[in-house]
């Protein structure tokens, strides 16, 4: 399945967007747009369905409702968040919504103003029911959140459990150890990369470092023999072995690769995991322009062998560049007084004229996220 369409309202930088998406999707925005926080949304949601999750959880991870509520939202102040999910773009099967609000006395909890979901267009659950109106402590929870209750609509949770996002950030990998505050739930920036993938079955794990590494030669000649091994303390490592004038003089550990090399084996190793949707920030991080420019006909070629999505969030021209970029596979954010607007290219005739025109989703999208008045940027004495 894929999320066809996403509906927010006053959700954190929007206080209302309804867009459309793809198995691509390329989100563009200027600084401080909402592009990470789109994407939390999605995250939200898995947050609430995986286990040791749930509503209340998700939220206080967030800094409660204060924190997530858009600072637009005036007299109608509840979140709401809703998804479609398809079996192939066009094909709507599922509809899951909910409304968060707060209490108005007591503890103030936040609780559910409604959830609802819908199977192939007909209604399956509709709350509050006359039981949460029974005992309204029951809206502190999603029925998403509960094996119990979720039975008519487990494919929904378990198709929002299985969203993956990976943001590596070389330093956390290199030295987790020096980091002593609590991992991050699902550990999305990669502390515990490595160990992930000791513990990935053998045959598998093998098979994917062969793929990287025959895709990583091609970005860095000299590289070859990619493998993980454990220490004399059992701590796991990848190692691979560089060309030198002294035969097998040149292994080198993770603690001794560069960024991009790590970011590239971080990418690679989550194309290859799985079929879920996977949430990329920023992939161009640390990489060299020519790769870059490269990273949307590799996910093309990866959704021609897979069910999956994938999301990107980008300011890079070198990766919008690739003209085979749609218009509907982008989503142009611009902030506003009343909150950020999200428009998919499709909807917006100049982006779409100047791809039909032969130019590259650069140069029609990118300017549209360059905030005003950049001649004036300076820092003065």
Same mark, same amino acid.
């Given at each position: ?158 198709? !929002? ?8 950030? *070389?330093? $956390? %990998?290199?030295?987790? &150890?020096?980091?002593?505050? @609590? =991992? ?82 971080? !990418? ?8 879920? *949707?996977? $949430? %990329?920030?920023?992939? &161009?991080?640390?990489?060299? @322009? =020519? ?82 008045? !950049? ?7």
């Amino acid at each position: 399945m894929l999320i066809s369409k996403l509906t927010l309202k006053n959700w954190r930088n929007f206080k209302s967007i309804d867009i459309d998406l793809t198995e691509r999707v390329f989100i563009v925005g200027a600084n401080a747009s909402g592009k990470s926080n789109l994407l939390d949304a999605i995250r939200f949601l898995k947050d609430i369905v995986k286990p040791g999750g749930g509503l209340q959880s998700s939220l206080t991870q967030r800094g409660g409702m204060s924190k997530v509520r858009c600072l637009s939202a005036r007299k109608s102040p509840d979140i709401e968040i809703e998804v479609e999910l398809s079996e192939t773009p066009g094909d709507v099967c599922w509809r899951y919504a909910i409304g968060i609000t707060q209490q108005s006395r007591g503890q103030r909890l936040p609780v559910l103003r409604f959830e609802r979901v819908w199977k192939n267009g007909a209604p399956v659950i509709t709350r509050p029911e006359q039981s949460d109106r029974d005992d309204d402590m029951r809206l502190t929870q999603t029925y998403l959140e509960q094996i119990s209750a979720n039975k008519d609509f487990r494919p929904v949770a378990q198709f !929002l459990d299985s969203v993956r996002y990976l943001h590596l950030v *070389p330093q $956390l %990998l290199r030295s987790s &150890e020096q980091y002593k505050g @609590a =991992a991050t739930p699902d550990d999305p920036y990669g502390r515990n990369f490595l160990e992930m993938i000791a513990r990935t079955p053998e045959k598998t794990r093998r098979s994917r470092l062969k793929k990287i590494e025959g895709a990583l030669k091609q970005a860095v000649p000299q590289m070859s023999g990619l493998v993980d091994m454990k220490d004399d303390a059992g701590v796991p490592h990848l190692e691979v072995l560089y060309e030198h004038w002294r035969p097998n003089a040149g292994r080198q550990r993770e603690d001794q690769f560069s960024d991009g090399t790590l970011r590239l084996i971080g !990418l690679f190793w989550s194309l290859l995991d799985g079929d879920s *949707p996977l $949430l %990329l920030e920023e992939p &161009e991080l640390s990489l060299n @322009a =020519a790769i870059v420019r490269r990273l949307p006909n590799l996910f093309s070629q990866l959704l021609r062998r897979k069910s999956t999505q994938i999301f990107v969030t980008t300011h890079s021209w070198d990766l919008l560049s690739d003209k085979g970029i749609a218009a509907e596979e982008i989503v142009v954010l611009t902030p506003s007084s009343e909150g950020t607007k999200a428009q998919v290219g499709a909807q917006n005739e100049a982006i779409r004229t100047m791809l039909e025109s032969g130019l590259s989703a650069a140069d029609a999208a990118l300017p549209l996220a360059t905030p005003e008045n !950049l001649e004036l940027f300076e820092l003065t004495a």
